[in-house]
């Protein structure tokens, strides 16, 4: 079980992938909005695992995990991004992010991914 | 016959041909010479001139001053005997030196100088052939010397026969000298035509031909059959500078075995390319370089030969290993290495021992037939690759392929690797890029950057890289799911292997089809409200998208809408976003056409939904969702606390506070059923009917709250007792309906009831009663006029007031508030049928 912080401008995906890592037997521990919130929430709860969306309004995924990599070099963040943006996530990738998933997200994937990483 | 057949058909005759010509022909120039009433003198070989020690009978071997030797043979009339020379006098007597090795000779019968051969200053040199020296009888004596003198500052002497002949038999062997010579000539001419001709093949094609390292190994091999070439002619042309030209030589043999074994071991994609050979080729080149004496250049190479030797063992071994990757092939290479062996023999053979060596197929010739092998082997590979190209659709379909292959960070493919591969490309794939290979040229840069993130030791966590790359890709056709697997030995590479999945991707593509679909109506039905909502956002949002076309706010929005399409399984409208957006990036777009094609997927998709789900799926949920009340407050106060707040923005968050006002009506379904059960009446449900009209509850509460006279009004004056509906045959039950609609900007309820309608004469009676108009007054009003007297207040019409009516909030009540609302209500009544309330209210009374 890990915790893991949900970064995402949509409460509804918020809710949906928060539903998926808890049937995964995780632990939702904090949510943002954006990726300095993220940051910010970041250094609070110290989460295992980070799920980051990328397109977001003001600050977006990827300048989230630049942040969160100055503050803690050893974080573990997973990119959830959409089709037709590879790009982006090889981008945050070099960045420090680890791996990625794709919208839509299916339990079997997300855990796949988990498992990777964790 | 197969193109394939013809070119091995012509080759095996080609160089068998050679081989067996050669050696008939030398066994014939044995025959010949051994038929001829020649008389021998001697039988010399290789260095007998450096080679103290030994002695032959009837040679005497001199060493004179200044590298000159002398051969020299005593010999009587009768010796000659044997010629068999005609009675007629003066006849002529050949002196046969075969294969001196000198810069002059000069040959003497007592003294008598009967002949020369090259220059006695200089550095031209004699080697190789047949020599003939002319004289005539009348020279010779009853005995005689036959003296040789040989001047060499670097040459071995005489490496065969020296005899005596008569005019025919001189005649016939050089005839068969000739002919030897003149089918070697044909052979050579048509190995170099070929060798031109594959070489032009192979500048046509190289581009879409397997590796070009490959090539350059095979020019470098025909490269040095040409010098070869000129050895051979060049041998019947002396004198020349003879030790440059050996050097030349030698360094082609070296060039052609070295590069031929690197050739095959790449053709084999062998994990050790590199040869043996190559050390000797760079001594040889060292030793060329530094040597001036014959003698010592001699000795150099055939101690370097031991490298060809060891360059040929390599190939063996290499053929040998990986001899199931290419059978065919290997097969060929076993052939030529058979003959490059043998030709590693002459050679040894040729420099040490060279004591018969009469066999008119000389090094030169076998250099050739080794290369000219190679040369074959090549072809064959070209002529795969056309029977490859010719291969039927049918054909290739009906094979499932699968391979694998390594990559190195310098993402060539490397090392072995399945042969499939080469079906499933097309091509030899050794030392390609994998991006060429594999990726389109639009995905190329962003594939390589990917290749290099997994390859840089920085980045310790490979999976998400790889996760990155394309796990399907079509190829000739064919469609393959690629596996990638990082492996970190001494080295870093990347194991890609491709598996067709043609056919199940033909077959599974439906299934995936309706996987995805039955996904979608999954996640519809769950997520129905959501749903709902982004739907009409989409719609929304599109209709923007028509009037300001794609602004890069716009793009923006369009970006995210497909991420949300992908959560909500609108595969085929992702779909369509994706190609839209494509299109955007080529700038060459038509927005009305773009925009288009988005509403008609979206379209697409409703309509799915409507047929699997329903079509109220759409009616019922689409106008209205459910938003506690608290976090619009929340929302509002938010707003207004922001510096800048627009007063039209913070209008459409009040807005979100609206409730229908049949849900607002729906309150009354309890208290006409409570009622029902107190007056002893018996109602059907309230009915509320029409349109959703939302208004903000703390403006319409007031007359919501009022309404309650009308309904009051209708169930004790109008809805009867079951008896007398019953009486009356009506059904016991009554019925209240509401009705709510707008027509401009106008709201209607109607609050109807199917009771007994109102009693005009007892609603005149308590008017004059209660003094609101006259007796006479009375007289003259209207059925409508006495109906809107009910709306006056203190006109209760009810005898007993009890809990639930008569407590002063009467219909008065309902005009007065409908009033203040700028409103109107009027009442429609019929005697015995039943009464209508009809209230009317502009909507911007009860809307902000």
New interface residues.
Partial sequence: MATIMVVDD?T??RL?LKMVLESLGHQVIGEATDGKKAAILYDKIQPDLVTMDI?MPNVNGIEGVQLIMEKDPNAVIIMV???????H??EA??LG????I????HEETVKNVLD??L | MTNKKRVVIFFVSFIGLIYLYGIINSFIYQDTLSNTQSVNIDKTSFCDIYNPELTIENRELDAGESNIYFYQYKFSKDDLKDLNLSVKQNENIYLMIEKPDANYIEAKINDQNIGSFGEVEGNSNIWNGTFFIRFNENIIEDENTLSIQIKSSYMTGIAGDIRFLNYEDYHQIQQKIEYGFDFIKAAIIVAFLVAIIIGLVVMAWYKELYNIRVYLYFFLSIVAIGISLFDFSVTQSLPIDYLLFKKIIIISYHVTITFATLAVASLLNAKYKMNIGMIGLTLVLIKAFTTTNMIDWRNTYTLLNLFLVASILQLLITVFYYRKRAPIRSFLFMIALTLGTFTIVKLIYITNLSLESTMLIDLPILVIIYAAVVLFVFYIELLQMVDNYDLSGEKLNSMSLQGSFTIDKTLQVVGAYTNSCNAIFDQLIVGKNLTKLMYGEDEIEFINDILDSIFDYKNDFKDGFIDLLPNEITLNEKRYRVYYQYLETTNKFLKITLNDVTKSTNLGAELEEQKWQQRFLINALMSKQELSYFIKNTKLFLETLGEEGFTLDNQKHLHTLKGNLGQFGFVHFEKTVHEVETLLESNAYDAFELVTILEKGLNQAIVYLEQHIGKDYFTESYQEITIPKSAVDELETAYLASENYQPDVLKQIRHLRNVDIKKMLSRYSNYVNRMAEIMDKAVLPLEIKGESVFVEPSKSEELLMVLVGIFRNSMTHGIESPEDRIALEKDSYGIITCHVSTVDETLIISIKDDGSGVNTENVLQRAVDADIITEAESHQLSRSEILKLIFKSKLSTEEVSNVLAGRGIGLSAVVEVVNKLEGQIDIISEEGIGTEFIINIPLSKLID
């Avoid at chain 1, 991004?81 to 790009?87: E, I, N, R, V």
């Fill in positions: 949509s509804y995906f949906k397109s991004s959409a089709m037709g943006q590879k790009h996530v090889l990738m070099k992010a680890k791996h990625f794709l919208k839509p997200m990777k990483v």
